[in-house]
């Protein structure tokens, strides 16, 4: 399941990231978005990039779960968890 709510968070923040590279990074955005009014493209590419790293880090949670899920203990590796010298 947060696999593909990830996929879904990465599509749709697709559309204001693009709106805000627009507005931020081309004239004809700069012109159509000026003054106080460039804080709305500005809004777009933030909430899309932080929606965009969101939906990656459910993609990347989403294998996680499952083998968890699954009964798997799933340990970062750290020298607490290395046994062969015991």
């Known amino acids: 399941m947060t696999h593909r709510l ?3 968070f ?4 697709l559309a204001p990231c693009a709106f805000g ?4 990074l081309t004239d004809s955005g700069r012109r159509r978005f000026d ?9 777009a ?3 899309g990039s932080l929606m965009a790293l969101a939906g990656a880090g459910l993609v990347l949670l ?3 779960k499952k083998i968890e899920q ?3 203990e799933v340990m970062p590796p750290s ?7 015991a």
């Not at 990465?10 to 923040?13: A, D, G, K, N, V």
């Not at 590279?21 to 931020?24: D, I, K, N, Q, S």
């Not at 003054?35 to 809004?43: H, K, S, T």
């Open 6 to 8: 990830g996929i879904a």
């Open 10 to 13: 990465l599509m749709i923040s």
């Open 21 to 24: 590279l627009w507005g931020v």
């Open 35 to 43: 003054e106080m009014a460039g804080i709305i493209p500005l809004a």
């Open 45 to 47: 590419l933030v909430l």
């Open 62 to 64: 989403g294998p996680r």
């Open 70 to 72: 699954a009964g798997f």
């Open 79 to 85: 020298s607490s968890n290395d046994r062969r010298g």
